[in-house]
């Protein structure tokens, strides 16, 4: 059941160096850089997002996410979610408006995969970038790179995949969307929406908690998937796989790394989800077709290289 969380509103990614980072998330990706702070975080958004950020980059030691956060509906919902988190036993930790520029209170909990999640209501709301509110033309014309239009959902690799299912499914009332299932039975992998979407946040059974896969950003046709490919080759960027289309959720899609060697994917297509669709079931056993529809094999890198 559907319980107000909107969509995923922000990623803070750590890099090991912030003005190389952005040749990667702005440059190549083309984000939009709207905001930096006096921690020398950068905030960034693809141009059709209508709040003020939705990827944070901060200088760090190791490449990895601080964190993911969740835009609800209002300040009711917040407070009341907040609530069922504390009621559930989890730790919660409350993080003042303004401490992200621009953003306001935040609820923060560490899920039972070991990452850290948060949810807020507030965002300055600057528009869609570079159009006007009325009379919007088609598109900005000074977009560059990718022209990545939103930050769509991260996957993440991390332990207990079963109760980090249960507390997004009861707490938060994301739906279940697509899964994988071993022979026993069990959950190895689930894809979760909060919308219509395929999936706002996925999570793969791993040994290690808070790992990060990658971070996900839209584009709109295959023909965009192609040129990302092209952008990759031209700027010497390290490639992961692609152009190709995932059995799961049956996106067409790209991976490639960041200069810290934090995975990026580009997107486009795929299945939408509405509450009363019951989940699609991968086989643990054909998780090459799952993740790779074309090769039908995993590479070593998809599953090992993590941050
Ligand atoms: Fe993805």
């Keep these: 059941m559907r319980k107000g969380v909107m969509r995923p509103g922000h990623v803070q990614i750590r890099v090991l160096d ?7 998330y702005r440059d190549l990706l083309g984000l939009i850089e709207m905001d930096r ?5 950068v905030y960034l958004k693809g141009w059709t997002e209508v709040d003020k950020f939705s990827v944070v980059l ?23 979610l907040e609530q069922e988190l504390r009621d559930r036993g989890l730790g919660v930790e409350e993080i003042p408006a303004g401490e992200l520029n621009s953003c306001g209170r935040r609820v923060r909990f560490q899920a039972p995969s070991g990452h850290h999640f948060e949810l807020y209501a507030e965002k300055e709301q600057t528009g869609k970038w570079g159009l006007s509110k009325v009379n919007p033309e088609a598109w900005p014309r000074d977009l560059k790179g990718m022209k990545a239009t939103r930050f769509d959902h991260c996957l993440l690799y991390g332990t207990d995949v079963m109760a980090t299912y249960e507390l997004f499914r ?3 009332g994301f739906d279940l969307a697509e899964q994988v299932v071993d022979p026993e039975g069990n959950k190895a992998a689930v894809f979760l ?14 040994p290690e ?13 295959w023909e965009d998937v192609l040129r990302a490919a092209d952008l990759i080759s031209m700027t010497d960027t390290s490639l992961d796989i692609g152009p190709t289309r995932h059995g799961l959720t049956h996106g067409k899609t790209i ?9 990026s994917e580009v997107f486009c297509g795929g299945d939408y989800h509405y509450p009363d669709h019951e989940p699609v079931t991968w086989k643990a056993e054909d998780l090459g077709k799952a993740i790779f529809y074309h090769d039908r094999v ?4 998809f599953l090992s290289v993590l941050t």
Excluded: W
């Design 18 to 24: 912030v003005e190389e980072a952005l040749t990667h």
């Design 37 to 41: 702070d006096d921690q020398g975080r």
């Design 58 to 80: 901060r200088e760090a030691d190791t490449a990895g996410m601080d964190f993911m956060g969740f835009k609800v509906l209002d300040n009711d919902t917040l407070s009341g």
């Design 170 to 172: 009861d707490v938060l």
């Design 193 to 206: 929406t909060a919308s219509m979407k395929a999936h706002d946040i996925a999570f793969i059974e791993c």
């Design 209 to 221: 908690p808070g790992k990060f896969h990658h971070a996900s950003f839209f584009l709109e046709t």
């Design 255 to 263: 991976y490639f790394f960041d200069p810290s060697g934090n995975r």
């Design 298 to 301: 995993l590479n070593e890198r």
